[in-house]
């Protein structure tokens, strides 16, 4: 038996021996009928293209080398043996007197002769099993394979097959004519004679049945369909669907009926077919739509004026047919736009032509309406719709950096073009599919989400993105306003705005993405339907779908959304907190996302809705209930108590709503003339409401004396008025007689005349009053004394130094013009200069006594001051406090000699129930701890670890946290400084972490932290000490709030040490990582397990930058002794 396998074995190696010594043979034979011997560097195509003859010539006189090399050379028997045998078995061969179709004749036999060898040799190949010990070695090649020079030699054989054995019979329009392609076809074209036996037709099919057959070997097919496939099709479109005869031509004889049998065409139909199943499917329609050409379509030869003949009717509507196919097949889209779209060089190569496709919308536009067009091969447009639309929605999904910008633009443009041309269907099978994930998770979805277990991702992060992405892909970058865009996009409104919402709370790259679809449709839609939306946004009308309520969106790991069902909490404390909380965040991020519509006019507009919902809920009656309700119709009661609930949330969050407005981007919110009208004339009308029904305050005194000063400074120069303007403002006219007909002030109302004539006579008449209340309105003070001026500036700063405007975002002044034709010849009281300015007055120069600064006091005016910190009115004693704090930054002497009295008023103060006092308060105790720590500081310690005597918990714990915020201003101020308080804060901070009250222990924990960061490398042995306190605090406190801040404290520990956190908590880094890895395992909080992300990617960061340090290069020189 082993004999025997021997024996096989060494047959086999002689065999694929003898088949590979063919296989060079046939190369040989090939490199000389093409004239190309050994030694000889030129071919047949690079031969003089002269004339005809001298291509005849050398046709005859390579085809006689060949036969003499194969008669004479005994080392070519075996060639001469195999191209017998596969001679006897080719039906096509025969002799002709055509030396053109005798050349193409044995170029095809040597072709086939090359393919049997090629399959001999793969039979008898058995691969070596692979050695492990050099797995990484590459496996060696099949005997079949082509070296370079072979494929080289192939490929010339079968351009010279193309040339002279197929394009010549080609009817009149079919494939690209030879005249066309190089200078030495169109001699090819001249050289051949179509009436020498045999036709041409048999001519074609012969030469197109040896191709199909060399092609069904790999490595040849990929020679052959890869360079000749428009030609190849070309044949097999004429020989199964062309005409029986030809049409006529002088150079071309009519062709014999019975030249090509029905069975013979019917062969080369399933050819066709095969081989457009089987190549790479955008070549196929790429050759096909060449094939097809065009009426108007021509190409010229370089230095012809010949024009392309064009495609014949049947070969039109072919190719239309074989596109559509192609097209309904799977994957037949992607298939259509690669094959037109790779011709202008976007395929693998790309290169530059990729940015000149991308560029060519007019392409993009051509094959979004074939995309569109249903074809003739279809059942019915629905299901045309139904196959290409899933398709198409791919097309957005490309992600090939060459290719992904024209895909895309592609299936935008389609798309658009389907929901314009058929609106409905589009709906159903393209725009519904999209906007499905959004959908499936609104409250009027058709889910049970109710039933669904805690914490089931009902949408995955990679399909919201896809969604989301896609959107604004179609809406946004298609930028088309059509209402069936913005009908189907309207339902999923209040999930994209929610999800707005989660992402400006969090990182996340889906943020712009919705931001620019809400911006979109705002723009698009009509004002009332935009309104609408808006309202709906503030939560104002339910007429919006939204979020489930069990749904919420979550933090995914790539940056993205996830949405999920909600978890219950059945703390009703808890839900109401999180419910109130998520609506104010709502209606700031409504504001922000108001604020990108400024250009548009649209946040102004609303704004003023808002404010014509106001006077209308003024002017509605404010009783609780009717009384003509029967008592019986408890059901109608109950209804009506819910409407008049329902009517009084709506009012308070349309106060909210204006009151945000106009802190955010009240002076830009206003775009042009006709919006400060409008929002004048608003203002005038709900004060005239107010009036009639006499229930008119201060607020509505001062919006009044607001919006009148506004039309005060337009007319009086902040503007430049046109005719048109003035047309504008003509509305005001009504309004502003009624005011100065109704108002008790007698002011006002000569104000308002004033203002009604001016109006009229377009600004020729101004009187000295309207002059004032404009200056007021712009902000003037001319006059004031520094005294005045700082008591007014500390009421309209916040205790942190920043300006805080009113409500409406203007001055604190009046338009009263009695106030600027007083006089005070003394200075006043910090009293009466608090209640003059809170009033708005304005008063002309002082006297000299009382010009000077609060610096050098007297200690009658200080003691007035002191007297003034005890007021019960609240602007007055305010007023005083900022003024000794003021004083105390100055250095005053005098009052740095009573320190330890101001420091009593202060602590006192701290006391008061309004935060305008107590935060007063606190800016004057942390000057003075910064002025004399060692007095201050002990004082404060002692009262932020104790309990005074005589105090409610409440009033404890809320003078506790305002001690807190006293010393943490007092650590900034002291800066590096503070290390020599370290341990009295520290320790202060560690038994506030243990307070009973979960505010106190979450204050005493921010405070540490912003401590701890300050610092630094003073820690020391501290740091053991708070690491167990935050260890503790974050595993077992109860209150998430605590825990929290505990971990917020590490967040600040790594974020303020940066590179030094390694050396400062080098015995404690580990502790504080396992806590963190522990957080965010076991912690149910998202806050609390958010931040300790966020501090864990600060401690990665921190490492890499330790364990990978930035390499430098530096020059360094050297100077040698």
């Known amino acids: 038996m082993a004999a025997g396998r021997q024996s096989r074995a060494g047959a086999l190696r002689r065999a694929a021996m003898a088949a590979i010594l063919k296989l060079e043979r046939v190369a040989q034979a090939l490199e000389l009928l093409l004239g190309r011997p050994a030694g000889v560097a030129a071919d047949l195509a690079t031969l003089p293209a002269a004339n005809r003859t001298a291509l005849l010539e050398t046709l005859r006189s390579n085809l006689a080398a060949v036969e003499e090399k194969l008669e004479r050379d005994a080392e070519w028997s075996e060639l001469r043996r195999v191209r017998a045998d596969v001679a006897s078995r080719a039906t096509w061969l025969g002799g002709s007197a055509d030396v053109t179709w005798e050349f193409a004749s044995q170029v095809l036999l040597l072709l086939l002769c090359l393919k049997e060898c090629m399959v001999l040799l793969a039979a008898t ?248 067009s249903c074809p003739q091969q279809s059942l019915s447009l629905e299901d045309y719709y139904r196959q290409v639309c899933p398709q198409i929605l791919d097309l957005l999904h490309i992600r090939e950096k060459l290719t992904a910008r024209q895909f895309q633009r592609v299936a935008t443009t389609t798309l658009l073009t389907m929901v314009r041309e058929h609106p409905q269907l589009a709906e159903q099978y393209l725009l519904r599919p999209m906007l499905e994930p959004l959908l499936r998770c609104s409250d009027r979805a058709e889910m049970a989400v109710e039933n669904l277990p805690a914490g089931t991702v009902l949408v995955k992060e990679a399909e919201l993105s896809r969604c989301v992405e896609d959107v604004f892909k179609v809406y946004v970058v298609g930028n088309e306003s059509s209402g069936t865009l913005l009908e189907s996009l309207q339902p999923t409104l209040g999930v994209v705005f929610t999800l707005y919402c989660f992402t400006k709370q969090n990182v996340s790259y889906l943020r712009s993405a919705c931001q620019e679809i809400l911006l979109w449709f705002l723009e698009k839609s009509e004002m009332e339907v935009a309104f609408s939306t808006l309202e709906a946004f503030a939560g104002l009308n339910t007429a919006m779908h939204s979020l489930h309520p069990h749904c919420q969106f979550g933090v995914a790991s790539e940056g993205g959304a996830l949405i999920a069902v909600r978890e219950t909490v059945s703390d009703e404390d808890e839900v109401l907190y999180q419910k109130l909380s998520w609506e104010q965040w709502q209606l700031e991020t409504l504001v922000d996302l108001l604020s990108h519509c400024q250009k548009s006019g649209l946040a102004g507009d609303f704004f003023l809705r808002c404010l014509q919902e106001l006077t209308c809920m003024a002017a509605e009656d404010k009783t609780g209930l009717d009384p003509t309700l029967s008592c019986e119709s408890l059901l109608d009661l109950e209804q009506h108590r819910e409407q008049l609930l329902m009517g009084q949330k709506k009012q308070l969050l349309i106060l909210q709503l204006v009151a945000m407005l106009c802190e955010s981007i009240s002076d830009t919110v206003f775009t042009d003339v006709v919006q400060v009208v409008q929002f004048v004339a608003v203002t005038l009308q709900r004060a005239c409401a107010s009036l009639a029904q006499d229930s008119a305050g201060a607020v509505e005194a001062q919006t009044l004396s607001m919006a009148m000063g506004l039309v005060a400074a337009m007319l009086g120069g902040a503007m430049q008025l046109r005719s048109s303007d003035f047309a504008v403002l003509q509305q005001l006219v009504p309004l502003l007689e009624q005011v100065s007909c109704i108002h008790p002030e007698p002011v006002i109302q000569e104000l308002a005349a004033d203002l009604r004539i001016t109006i009229c006579t377009h600004g020729a008449f101004s009187t000295h009053t309207l002059g004032a209340a404009a200056q007021s309105a712009l902000g003037k003070k001319p006059g004031l004394s520094r005294m005045r001026e700082a008591t007014c500036t500390g009421l309209a700063e916040s205790p942190d130094g920043q300006t805080a405007g009113t409500s409406t975002g203007q001055p604190c002044s009046s338009p009263d013009p009695s106030h600027a034709r007083s006089s005070m010849s003394a200075t006043p009281s910090p009293k009466e200069q608090t209640k003059e300015c809170s009033l708005g007055g304005e008063r002309p120069a002082e006297s000299p006594g009382a010009g000077h600064s609060t610096r050098g006091q007297t200690p009658q005016q200080l003691q007035e001051l002191l007297f003034a910190a005890y007021d019960p009115d609240v602007p007055a004693r305010a007023a005083a406090l900022r003024s000794l704090s003021r004083l105390i930054a100055q250095r005053d002497p005098e009052t740095l000699k009573i320190q330890e009295k101001l420091l009593q008023v202060f602590l006192e103060n701290m006391e008061h129930e309004d935060a305008f006092v107590y935060l007063s308060a606190i800016q004057g105790v942390a000057l003075l701890s910064d002025m004399h720590p060692e007095t201050v500081l002990p004082s404060l310690l002692a009262q932020y670890g104790g309990t005074p005597q005589g105090t409610t918990g409440t009033r404890t714990v809320e003078t506790q946290m305002k001690i807190g915020e006293v010393l943490m201003r007092a650590t900034r101020a002291l800066g590096d400084m503070v290390s020599k308080y370290r341990d009295p804060l520290i320790h202060a901070f560690l038994r506030g972490a243990r307070d009973p009250d979960s505010s106190v222990r979450a204050s005493s924990l921010s405070n540490m932290g912003e401590l701890c960061q300050r610092l630094q490398f003073q820690l020391g042995s501290v740091m053991h000490e708070v690491t167990s306190c935050l260890t503790a605090i974050a595993r077992t406190d109860r209150e998430a709030e605590v825990r929290r801040a505990a971990v917020h404290v590490v967040v600040l520990l790594l974020r303020g040490l940066s590179e030094r956190a390694t050396e400062v908590l080098r015995d404690v880094l580990r502790d504080l990582y396992r806590l963190l890895k522990w957080v965010v395992a076991s912690e149910r909080d998202q806050v609390t397990v958010l931040h300790a992300q966020l501090a864990l990617e600060e401690l990665d960061d921190i490492m890499r930058r330790f364990l990978f340090p930035p390499q430098t290069l530096e020059k360094k020189i050297v100077v040698l002794p």
């Open 125 to 372: 190949y058995s691969p070596a099993p692979p050695n492990l010990r050099t797995a990484e070695m590459a496996p060696a090649l099949s005997p079949d394979t082509l070296s370079i020079s072979q494929q080289r030699t192939v490929q010339s054989a079968l351009q010279f097959v193309m040339t002279l054995g197929l394009c010549p019979y080609l009817l009149p329009g079919v494939g690209v004519p030879l005249q066309h392609r190089t200078e030495f076809s169109a001699v090819v074209r001249d050289a051949v004679s179509l009436d020498a036996a045999p036709s041409a037709m048999l001519r074609l099919y012969a030469s197109c049945t040896v191709l199909l057959e060399v092609a069904q070997h790999p490595s040849l097919g990929n020679l052959l369909l890869t360079r000749h496939l428009g030609d190849l099709l070309a044949g097999l479109c004429q020989l199964g669907f062309g005409p029986t005869k030809g049409k006529g031509e002088e150079a071309r004889p009519p062709e014999e009926p019975k030249g090509l049998t029905e069975e013979k065409r019917t062969h080369c139909r399933k050819a066709l077919q095969s081989i457009l199943d089987r190549v790479y499917q955008p070549l196929v329609v790429r050759e096909l739509l060449i094939l097809q050409g065009g009426s108007r379509q021509s190409l010229r030869s370089p230095g012809k004026e010949a024009q392309r003949p064009q495609a014949p009717a049947w070969l039109r509507r072919l190719c239309g047919q074989l596109l559509s196919e192609r097209l309904m097949r799977p994957s037949g889209v992607q298939a259509v736009v690669r094959g037109i779209l790779e011709g202008a060089g976007t395929g693998a190569a790309g290169g530059s032509n990729a940015e000149a496709a991308a560029a060519d919308w007019r392409k993009c536009d051509m094959i979004a309406r074939i995309l569109a």
